[in-house]
């Protein structure tokens, strides 16, 4: 407590404030007044007590006042305390307990996230999509096993999920598919398939065809967890696989990170390396004259103009932003 708040110091202050009044005014009694009466010594006497008095009342009173609204509130707030820290701490125990396992299994399935791998459904995978494309900025890249059917049949709402209130003109999306494999498709499931493609053609996603025994060569030699990635923009890269029963299991990993544990290389270095081989070999996948299925072939600056915007994407410089796998 400072001085002038104790009650010793609010009493000095109080008299300071008389004295002061009192000499003030009898100076300027002095001053105006040089001839006086014993009733004018009388009334002035009276009047500079008074207002002596007064000023000395207010100091205190307002001290008091000040000092009984503080403690009132102090006293008001510490009973609060008393009952609220106690309250505070029986609940604190009680849902301590209570969450204690379920904090455990939620750590645990953060560290498998940016370890080994978590499992996860296909609902808790369309939540993760759903956050993936939440920034709605930034170039998307993302590399996908499936024929559009069975993309279609995972992923029901993943293209409006990409492309719902997002500029995804420039984002790329490459099948690690056949061209067998996508004819058949296109053969037993054509509205679906060309919706596929007319949905990546109309929102301006580059939709590539890439042989997956080249895909399989390339991870492997860039020593990539997976084949299936999403890049998200210059931050972090999303692996996953299908595994049975509409499960999955994803990993996260920075880009910064070292690609193994000791190793001086980057991820972002082999995530560049994989998709710039990829890039190489990937045909468009289009429609022909008479709606036929076409993997057009692209030309030399075509290519290479692809492959500046992968590299761009990636670019730790790079504006931040999402990009995801499918």
């Known amino acids: ?99 204690h396992p379920r904090l455990d299994a939620h750590l645990k399935d953060a560290q ?7 499992p996860i459904t296909k609902n808790e995978l369309a939540d993760l999509i759903t956050a993936a494309f939440s920034s709605r900025s930034g170039t998307y890249i993302g590399t996908d096993k499936n024929v559009p059917s069975e993309f279609f049949r995972l992923y029901p709402l993943y293209l409006q999920r990409q492309t719902r209130g997002r500029d995804s003109r420039g984002d790329f999306r490459f099948l690690l598919a056949t061209a067998a494999d996508l004819q058949a498709d296109y053969t037993a499931n054509t509205a679906n398939f060309r919706e596929f493609v007319s949905a990546h053609e109309t929102s301006g996603i580059k939709l590539l065809q890439v042989d997956p025994a080249r895909a399989q060569r390339m991870h492997e030699t860039v ?29 996260i990993r920075l880009l910064e990170q070292p690609l193994q544990r000791g190793s001086p290389d980057k991820l972002r270095e082999a995530v560049e390396l994989y998709l710039a081989d ?21 030309e030399t600056d075509e290519k290479s103009n692809d492959r500046a915007r992968l590299t761009g994407a990636l670019d730790r410089k790079a504006k931040r932003g999402a990009v995801h796998a499918s």
Do not use: C
């Open 1 to 99: 407590m400072n001085w002038h708040e104790s009650w010793s110091g609010r009493f000095t202050l109080a008299i300071l404030g008389f004295a002061i009044a009192h000499v003030g005014v009898g100076l300027a009694v002095e001053h105006y007044l040089p001839d006086q009466s014993f009733i004018n010594i009388v009334v002035i006497g009276i009047a500079q007590a008074a207002i002596s008095l007064t000023v000395a009342f207010v100091i205190l009173t307002w001290h008091a006042t000040v000092l009984w609204r503080e403690g009132k509130i102090l006293y008001d707030h510490g009973v609060a305390i008393g009952k609220g820290v106690g309250g505070r701490r029986r609940v604190k125990r009680s849902i301590l307990a209570f969450l």
């Open 278 to 298: 990829l890039n190489e070999d990937a045909r468009e996948i289009t429609f022909g004259h008479g709606g036929n299925l076409l993997l057009r072939e692209r």
């Open 112 to 118: 498998k996230l940016f370890g080994e791998g978590l």
């Open 223 to 251: 020593r990539l967890p997976a084949e299936e990635i999403g890049v998200y923009g210059n931050d972090y890269v999303v692996f996953f696989s299908h595994s049975t029963n509409d499960h999955f299991v994803i990993s």
